[in-house]
């Protein structure tokens, strides 16, 4: 081979080395910000998401888990809303104002009836303490506030329908409810907690009853359009919801805390009066007490709900 060929062929590997370098520093580069690029739309995928909460134990798990950090740790962007009154609740629900809140089976078999998709996630652990006035128990017809349509009804009817004569009296704003008993226009009324002890530092007394199948009907439910966009932000929110139940099973002064943080005009002598649950990990109730709440809600609305078991709850969420 002469000189010059070899000299040319030696510039021609030295440019194809180059070229390659170049290629592979290219490649790497697209490579990287196509990987920043998948994750910044990662991020984008997880919509924000609101939630409505009442001013109840049950509450804490989802208030403590905004607290820790555990929603953003999970990329999460979550805001929660405190209603004190069930109406409020239910309109911002059906204007979509809130992708989902607490509320109870009851209210989820009669919405889905009446047309409004929404299912239950989870159960949560609310605890319903009866308020009376002194010397209610003894007699013999009563008068007792509750909601209608509402886990206070069907709660009252399980504890108190076989040992008195009910006249139900509809009050569902909760403060109203209270200041009823406290005036005696009423005998009774139930609450959730934390606001029975809130009563009861008004001198009413304060009894607890077990539910009768040690489920509280109590549930957080999503709007089915929630549910259709958002399932994955749902999916994480239930993650953050068990860490959170958790860390309070470990130490459950960390629920008495967040409430008292959190809860609207709570009187800080009822920290340690307050009636706290055991609370339990993302959990849906069988069939068949699902079935028994739309009966006993039929037979309250006066008519045949068109809904079954399975169309009121989204099982996907529970973990195996």
């Not at 002064?253 to 005009?265: G, T």
């Amino acid at each position: 081979m002469k000189k010059g060929q070899k000299g040319h062929n030696k510039v021609l590997l030295i440019f194809s080395i180059v070229v390659v370098l170049l290629l592979s520093v290219l490649t790497a580069g697209c490579g990287s910000d196509a990987a920043d690029e998948e994750n910044s739309l990662s991020k984008e995928e997880l919509p924000p998401l609101k939630v409505g909460l009442m001013p109840a134990v049950d509450s804490a798990p989802a208030l403590l888990a905004e607290k820790n950090g555990y929603f953003e740790e999970l990329g999460l962007d979550v805001e929660l809303q405190i209603f004190n009154n069930p109406q409020d609740r239910q309109s911002a629900l059906q204007t979509h104002n809130i992708d989902g809140t607490i509320t109870d089976l009851i209210a989820v078999a009669v919405n889905l009836d009446g047309g409004f998709d929404i299912k239950a996630t989870t159960t949560t652990n609310g605890v319903f303490p009866v308020l009376m006035k002194e010397g209610a128990e003894q007699k013999k017809e009563i008068k007792v506030g509750m909601m209608e349509v509402s886990v206070t009804n069907f709660l009252i009817d399980e504890w108190l329908g076989d040992d008195y004569i009910i006249e139900k009296v509809y009050i569902n704003d909760i403060p109203a409810r209270l200041a009823a008993i406290v005036s005696g226009e009423l005998d009774m009324g139930l609450f959730p907690e934390p606001m029975a002890s809130m009563g009861e530092l008004s001198g009413l007394i304060k009894r607890n009853y077990e539910p009768e199948d040690g489920i509280c009907p109590d549930v957080l439910v999503f709007t089915g359009k929630a549910l259709s966009e958002k399932e994955n932000a749902i999916e994480l929110f239930h993650e953050a919801y068990n860490k959170a139940v958790d860390e309070i099973n470990e130490n459950p002064q960390l629920a008495r805390d967040i409430l008292m943080e959190k809860m609207p005009n709570l009187n800080p002598e009822i920290k340690d009066k307050m009636m706290l649950p055991e609370y339990t990990k993302v959990f849906l109730p069988e069939n068949g007490y699902i079935e028994k709440i739309i009966q006993w809600t039929s037979e309250v609305m006066q008519k045949e709900l068109q809904v079954s078991a399975d169309d009121l709850v989204e099982r996907k969420f529970i973990e195996e």
